[in-house]
């Protein structure tokens, strides 16, 4: 079985699993890291489901050795991470806190030396509070503070540290942080989002120039999430709102990324709200785009919201432990339709996975829901190559259950459970599936 579907992927396709900074590291405060908004946010009453916050999560500052060790178990050939701003910054600029940077450090020789290759993620959305204070994304000079940010990451890890992601879902950072408020900062505006979403658009830029000027060999990408976006039938006002929020979603953080304008229509939309300034045109297009990916948006016009669209969830689909309606097809329909419109030099789909309530019995996690969903959306990327797609890799979020965000860790998207009171790892049944498709790609890619 595995081995079918490995068939269908090139010698050298990188398998890999992905985590961020906030979202595993705990040590909040030791060693020197500064507040993030993150820890800020998780003490506001409410605003975790679970009241946690990620103060000691999975508690990988001190058991990362041992969650490198995983990864060899599971064969993996590449690994993203974020790195944690106010762990080497703890102001945000200035002072550089070398045990923050002696961490990753330390991390990236472990990789290297069991052959795992890193991909790291700049911002994973833990900005600094410093930062925060002095107005965070919504204030012009957080743009040359993440330039200094990155200039600083490429000159210390970038001797052995190739692969980069200056951002990670800017549409989340804008939108989820500055406008619904579920997550950090809290804002909820909208014509604040879109000002923060320009800005983002400005540090991916600078933060992309920054490496490169540093490490002129850096592969330099971005991890935006993107959905298929369809309408709910067959009615012309339906069909507006799917273009609306794909417009919304992908093509406003595409088309820039890519050295394009933003797209004419969402700025005529947004011109109510606030009017966006033109960005320049000449911006050196992305090394690869990293797609994130978990569900499709299928879309119905309503008077909800600024953009009039409310999201559909089909019947007689399955759905994830979030709610998220599991679709497989629509990842090879996305990684076709950003090649056709994009033209990426690389697609990396560097994120896909889902939630489900996994218990351990008799010291086993069996999570077959897991493994059908990655099997069908490997296949589904599988198919997108024999299509074309210049798909390089692919990471399964996530490597290990972890704080997720909003939802403290009452949600499980590893391979690897966790149990939170001991700290002990178990490789899941759809780990040990992952490992087995890893092996087998590599013993019939030849
Ligand atoms: O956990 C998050 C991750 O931090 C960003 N992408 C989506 C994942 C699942 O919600």
Known sequence: ?????????????????????????????????????????????????????????????????????????????????????????????????????????????????????????????????????RGGWTAPDIVAAFAEYASLLARRLGDRVTDWMTLNEPEVVAFAGHHVGVHAPGVRDFTTALRVSHHLHLAHRAGAAAIRAARPNARVGIALNMSPCEPASDAPADGAA?????????????????????????????????????????????????????????????????????????????????????HASSLRDLLVRVTRDWAPREVIVTENGAAYDDVVRDDRVADPERTSFLREHIAAAADALGRGVPLRGYFVWTLMDNFEWAHGTSKRFGLVHVDYDTQRRRIKDSGRWYRELIAAQRAVAV
């Not at 590449?78 to 990753?104: H, I, Q, T």
């Open 1 to 133: 079985m595995s081995r079918d579907l490995a068939q269908g992927f090139p010698p050298g396709f990188l398998w890999g699993a992905a985590t961020a900074a906030y979202q595993i590291e705990g040590a909040a405060a030791e060693d020197g890291k500064g507040p993030s908004i993150w820890d800020t946010f998780c003490r506001v009453p409410g605003a975790i489901a679970t009241g946690e916050t990620g103060d000691v999560s999975c508690d990988h500052y001190h058991r990362w050795r041992e969650d490198v060790a995983l990864m060899r178990e599971l064969g993996l050939g590449a690994y993203r991470f974020s790195v944690s701003w106010p762990r080497v910054l703890p102001r945000g600029r200035g002072r550089v806190n070398e045990k923050g940077l002696d961490f990753y450090d330390a991390l990236v020789d472990a990789l290297l030396a069991i052959g795992v290759r890193p991909f790291v993620t700049l911002y994973h959305w833990d900005l600094p509070q410093a930062l925060q204070d």
């Open 242 to 326: 799917a273009t609306r929020m794909d417009g919304y979603l992908n093509r406003w953080f595409a088309d820039p990324v890519f050295g394009r304008p933003y797209p004419a229509d969402m700025l005529e939309h947004y011109a109510t709200w606030v009017t966006i300034p033109a960005l320049e045109l000449a911006a050196q297009p992305p090394d690869f785009l990293g797609v994130n990916y978990y569900s499709r948006r299928v879309c119905r016009a309503s008077g909800d919201g600024p953009l009039g669209v409310t999201r559909v969830e089909p019947e007689g689909s399955t759905y994830t432990a979030l709610g998220w309606e599991v």
